[in-house]
């Protein structure tokens, strides 16, 4: 069993950036694929950013356009995604996903995701 806990939400300013952070409980955390969705009011859920259990893979969402970065930290079980250049329609909830899956399967628009965490909310002001 995996539980995941986000943080690192908050408003900020368009152009500005935010990281986020996925703290995960569970002996196989570095055995699992990582990754963030999001989703916006009245939007369906978007894939953002996926991670390998290495690290060593990574994978995005073609509207984040080099202004984001997810990494991984196995000794402290925590993911991250940093957000720069944000922009107001970033704004939305952000979630964290785990997955003994490869992380390409999280850009499967039928993924469903093993574990979720509560979300973490993401508004950026013009």
């Known amino acids: 069993q995996v539980q995941l ?3 690192g939400g908050g408003l900020v300013q368009a152009g500005g950036s ?7 409980s569970g002996p196989t955390f570095g055995r699992f ?3 963030w969705f999001r989703q916006a009011p009245g939007k369906e859920r978007e894939f953002v950013a ?5 690290g060593a ?3 995005y969402g073609a509207f984040v356009e080099d202004r984001f970065i997810i990494s991984r930290d196995n000794t402290l079980n925590t993911i991250y995604l940093q957000m720069n250049s944000l922009k107001p329609e970033d704004t939305a909830v952000y979630y964290c996903t ?17 574990y979720w965490g509560q979300g973490t909310q993401v508004t950026v002001s013009s």
Not at 102 to 113: D, F, K, N, Q
């Open 5 to 7: 806990v986000e943080s």
């Open 57 to 59: 893979g990574t994978t």
């Open 98 to 114: 785990a997955d003994p899956l490869p992380p390409e399967s999280m850009t499967i628009p039928s993924y469903v995701g093993k």
């Open 50 to 54: 996926s991670i390998s259990w290495s």
């Open 18 to 24: 935010l990281r986020l952070s996925c703290a995960a």
């Open 33 to 35: 694929a990582m990754g």
